[in-house]
């Protein structure tokens, strides 16, 4: 156990420089392009006296060294500073907080789906391997990756919420006293721990067609991951001792066989969840999902500079720890993996 | 005799390029078929993207029919009073008063003839201004449903005056009405600009960072590879958002605000490939001969690494393409009225309610099979030029 220690301490140590690069290059991206931030946020004609007092106020009218030693030590102290619209002097790290619950609600629905469908045609494609199946479903697997997953999520609006009528077009709920009391910001686990059935319902209907949209979208990834990890496995000697035992074959499958898969499939998830993040941005535009996607586009539209540069902030700090718990996870499970 | 078995087995070289592919089905299977297919699609597409001013029927940023034409639908009917000679064809409009509903295609045909234009809130309406003892208008121009039903009613009245005329648009127009099918031909020529340059910038930027890092390794070496797997690491479009958002609409900002995103692509897998290659023997004789390094790097390393970016680079532009289309739904696109097919779902999302899905159907597709003739040529070229990756 003191190697495992030894692994994560040093892991975490290793996350610190990505993170400092991460964040810096977004400092950069926010003052150095040749897009005035302050050009950006202020309409054409706005009087010299609120141009420089927004550039004061953002503190854009000093050095871009000092800027960018306090911006670090801001961050270092969590805070992300105040927005500048639609309302003036929210905290950007609670509007932040306020939206996570959103997408993380949508994330693992997604996950949930991608995993269902890209695990079960995984499967299947590695073990008929060079099958018209598993042609079929590696083209799936590369045509469900170019489709645009808000266009998905557009024609599943059409069929499922205009056309059928069977489902909500946008949203989390349909009025806002249908949300259930906030514990974790999850409707859905709300309305379980609350009780409440009517919400519990309402939300699950909401959050049906953005979770699939999202879901299929990335089911692709792990239909190809799922298949390759299966064919490295079914070639392995303990299958075919488990075959010669006498183990009905689907036992052999999906026991002995993907469960072997299954370590690396979690690791590459894992991976995924950069790809994860960028379609929840584009599925909650196309649901009006409240979340930090719809967030970061609205506040692109109100020109809420400090609001834009914490949520990426926000983003690359998600993306960096669930590297680093996915990769602590990867070596508990698997003692090869040490320094 | 020694010549009739030169003609019977026509050497390699003397082979056209076509046929060569062709006879390539053979040893390859399956990602032959993947290759060419993605292949025949982009052919297709780039005749499209380069035919636009000829295919197109309708210019793309013009308004020239109603407001939500269903597909296939555009012809109008003219009706006149019927007592009234003076109008028989279409053409005899010219200078009349002519009735019209609002945002329909008759009000772009009736002032396309140059008739004075009458607007009417409703077909009653209408109806009443060409009936009237004193009428008001000479000649209405109507939509067909709306015709067909009108003159079950007042065919005593009126009569209707040749066959349907005007512009059939065969995927609809939009909420502008402009005509869907110009705007997706057009927004080819859009998308692919800024896909194509996209993944130039990431290449030219990418491949030879790859190559000097894997060659001389050391501090720049790692230094490097920490930056590019940090950008790497990031979600590639909320980047791309953010650099979009500050750098404003434009074709090169665009382009640069998703090149960005795939230079690391390019870094690590020249690096890699840069890493390998460079072990091997003959670029050791390269070396004990005296080879300088830069000799080594462009002469031995280099055509080494050529087909795995000719890969990634139709990769990337199917990535690209995607992202571009992510970044124009979101309005960080093209500025309007540029036609773009991610900015038209954009527009086409805020009246799906109301149960028009054409304009969000046809943009989405051809975003589709852009991207999928890409990404199959990628895929399928990737199995081919690299058998070492391929799992059997």
């Given amino acids: 156990m003191r190697s495992l220690r030894v692994y994560i301490i040093t892991r975490i140590l290793l996350t610190i420089p990505m993170l400092f690069i991460l964040v810096t290059l977004v400092f950069f991206i926010m003052r150095v392009l040749p897009g005035d931030p302050v050009k950006a946020i202020i309409r054409p004609g706005a009087p010299q006296e609120y141009i420089d007092e927004i550039r004061h106020t953002l503190g854009l009218d000093r050095p871009l060294l000092v800027q960018y030693v306090d911006y670090l030590g801001d961050l270092v102290r969590l805070d992300l500073g105040t927005t500048l619209a639609p309302v003036r002097g929210r905290s950007v790290l609670q509007d932040l907080k306020d939206k996570f619950p959103a997408t993380l609600e949508l994330s693992l629905a997604a996950i949930l789906v991608a995993s269902l469908v890209g695990i079960f045609t995984g499967v299947q494609s590695a073990y008929h391997r060079r099958s018209t199946l598993d042609y079929g479903l590696r083209l799936y697997s590369i045509v469900i990756y170019t489709i645009p997953v808000f266009w998905l999520g557009l024609m599943l609006q059409l069929i499922f919420s205009v056309k059928l009528g069977w489902l909500p077009v946008y949203g989390r709920v349909d009025t806002l006293d249908m949300a259930p009391r906030t514990i974790t910001g999850l409707y859905v686990v709300d309305s379980i721990l609350t009780r409440n059935k009517e919400s519990l319902i309402n939300s699950l209907q909401h959050l049906i067609l953005p979770a699939l949209t999202l879901g299929l979208y990335l089911s692709g990834v792990f239909t190809r991951l799922t298949r390759s990890n299966m064919l490295d496995v079914l070639r392995q000697d303990f299958i075919t001792a488990a075959r010669a035992r006498g183990i009905a074959e689907r036992a052999v499958i999906y026991r002995h066989a993907l469960k072997n898969a299954f370590i690396p499939v979690l690791t590459m998830m894992g991976l995924q969840f950069a790809l994860l993040l960028a379609g929840a941005v584009l599925t909650e535009s196309t649901f009006t999902w409240p979340g930090l996607g719809r967030l970061l586009v609205e506040r692109i539209e109100y020109r809420d500079f400090p609001t834009v540069q914490g949520a990426v902030v926000f983003f690359a700090l998600l993306v960096s720890l669930v590297s680093l718990i996915v990769d602590i996870i990867y070596a508990y499970l698997d003692p090869r993996i040490r320094y | ?392």
Wanted: proline share 7%; charged share 15%; no cysteine.
């Fill in chain 2, 1 to 392: 005799m020694a010549e009739q078995t030169l003609t019977l087995e026509q050497p390699w070289e003397d082979v056209g390029l076509l046929r060569r592919i062709w006879r390539g089905r053979r040893w390859y299977g399956a990602e032959w078929y993947i290759t060419v297919a993605g292949g025949v699609l982009l052919t297709l597409i780039l005749l499209m993207t380069f035919l636009a001013p000829v295919l197109a029927p309708f210019d793309p940023i013009k308004t020239v029919g109603g407001r939500f034409t269903p597909p296939g639908g555009g012809k109008q009917w003219l009706i006149a009073e019927a007592e009234n000679e003076a109008i028989q064809r279409p053409e005899d409009l010219a200078g009349r008063k002519v009735g019209v509903l609002p945002d329909t295609t008759g009000e772009v045909l009736a002032e396309e003839l140059g008739a004075e234009v009458v607007y009417y809130p409703s077909m009653l309406k209408a109806f009443q201004g060409l009936t009237r003892r004193r009428p008001e208008v000479e000649a209405l121009i109507v939509e067909p449903e709306a015709a067909g039903n009108f003159m079950k009613t007042y065919g005593r009245f009126v009569r209707q005056v040749g066959p349907p005329f005007g512009p059939t648009f065969v995927l609809g127009t939009d909420n502008l009405g402009r005509d869907i099918l110009s705007r997706i031909i057009w927004g080819a020529r859009s998308v692919l600009l800024v896909a194509i340059l996209s993944a130039l910038f990431s290449s030219v930027v990418g491949v030879p960072l790859g190559l000097l890092s894997g060659f001389w390794g050391g501090k720049l070496d790692r230094v490097l590879s920490l930056v590019m797997d940090s950008i790497y690491s990031f979600p590639g479009l909320i980047l791309a958002i953010a650099m979009a958002a500050m750098l404003g609409p434009g074709v090169l900002n665009i382009a640069v605000a998703i090149a960005v995103v795939y230079i690391p692509t390019y870094f690590r897998i020249v690096r890699g490939q840069t890493l390998s290659v460079k072990e091997e023997l003959y670029v050791e004789a390269a070396r004990s001969l005296g080879a300088r390094a830069r000799t080594i790097l462009w002469l031995y390393v280099f055509p080494n690494v050529i087909p795995s970016i000719v890969v990634l680079f139709s990769l990337n532009v199917a990535d690209s393409i995607l992202t571009e289309a992510g970044l124009s739904f979101l309005g960080l696109g093209l500025p309007p009225p540029t036609p773009d097919w991610g900015f038209d779902l954009n527009k086409g999302k805020a009246y799906l309610p109301n149960g028009y899905w054409w304009p969000i159907t046809f943009p989405g597709l051809m975003i589709t099979l852009v991207a999928l003739s890409f990404s199959l040529l990628g895929e399928g070229l990737g199995e081919i030029l690299n058998p070492r990756l391929t799992e059997s």
